[in-house]
C-alpha cells in the first residue's frame, strides 16, 4: 500500500469515527432530555433549568458569582436605609446568561430556596 492510499484510509477512517463520535453525543443529549421530562424537579428547578438551557459549569459558577455580590451589594443597601432596589434588578437582568430570562430564573432560585432574600426583591422589579 502506497503511502498516500494509506494516509487517505487514515483519513476516512478518522472522519468515520468522528462522525459516530457525534452521533453518539446527539443520542446521549436526546435521552438526556427525555430523563428530564421524566424526573419530577420538585426542590431542583434551579438545576434542572441549567440542564435544559444547557449551561456550562462555568457558567453556573458566575451566576452564583453574580448573585453573592448582589447579596452583599443588597445588605450595604438595606444598611443605608434603601428601599428601591431596581438598580440590583438591572444589574442581575444585565449580567444574567443570555439563555436565561429572568423571570424563569428567580422563579427557579425561590423554590430551590436559592438567595431567598435577594430573589423576593429583584421578583418585585419584574
Same mark, same amino acid.
Given at each position: 500500500?502506497?503511502?498516500?492510499?494509506?494516509?487517505?484510509?487514515?483519513?476516512?477512517? /478518522?472522519?468515520?469515527?468522528?462522525? #459516530?463520535?457525534?452521533?453518539?453525543? &446527539?443520542?446521549?443529549? *436526546?435521552?438526556?432530555? $427525555?430523563?428530564? !421530562?421524566?424526573?419530577?424537579?420538585?426542590?431542583?428547578?434551579?438545576?434542572?433549568?441549567?440542564?435544559?438551557?444547557?449551561?456550562?459549569?462555568?457558567?453556573?459558577?458566575?451566576?452564583?458569582?453574580?448573585? /453573592?455580590?448582589?447579596?452583599?451589594? #443588597?445588605?450595604?443597601?438595606?444598611? &443605608?436605609?434603601?428601599? *428601591?432596589?431596581?438598580? $440590583?434588578?438591572? !444589574?442581575?437582568?444585565?449580567?444574567?446568561?443570555?439563555?436565561?430570562?429572568?423571570?424563569?430564573?428567580?422563579?427557579?432560585?425561590?423554590?430551590?430556596?436559592?438567595?431567598?432574600?435577594?430573589?423576593?426583591?429583584?421578583?418585585?422589579?419584574?
Amino acid at each position: 500500500m502506497s503511502l498516500k492510499r494509506t494516509a487517505e484510509y487514515y483519513e476516512v477512517k /478518522e472522519r468515520d469515527e468522528m462522525k #459516530l463520535l457525534l452521533e453518539r453525543i &446527539e443520542k446521549l443529549e *436526546f435521552q438526556q432530555k $427525555l430523563l428530564l !421530562k421524566m424526573m419530577s424537579p420538585k426542590g431542583f428547578e434551579f438545576d434542572q433549568l441549567i440542564i435544559e438551557k444547557n449551561l456550562s459549569e462555568q457558567d453556573v459558577m458566575d451566576f452564583h458569582r453574580l448573585c /453573592e455580590e448582589l447579596n452583599k451589594e #443588597l445588605k450595604e443597601q438595606k444598611a &443605608e436605609g434603601f428601599v *428601591f432596589y431596581s438598580p $440590583l434588578f438591572k !444589574k442581575f437582568n444585565e449580567r444574567l446568561h443570555s439563555q436565561l430570562e429572568p423571570a424563569e430564573v428567580i422563579d427557579a432560585c425561590k423554590k430551590q430556596k436559592l438567595y431567598e432574600e435577594l430573589m423576593l426583591l429583584l421578583e418585585q422589579n419584574i
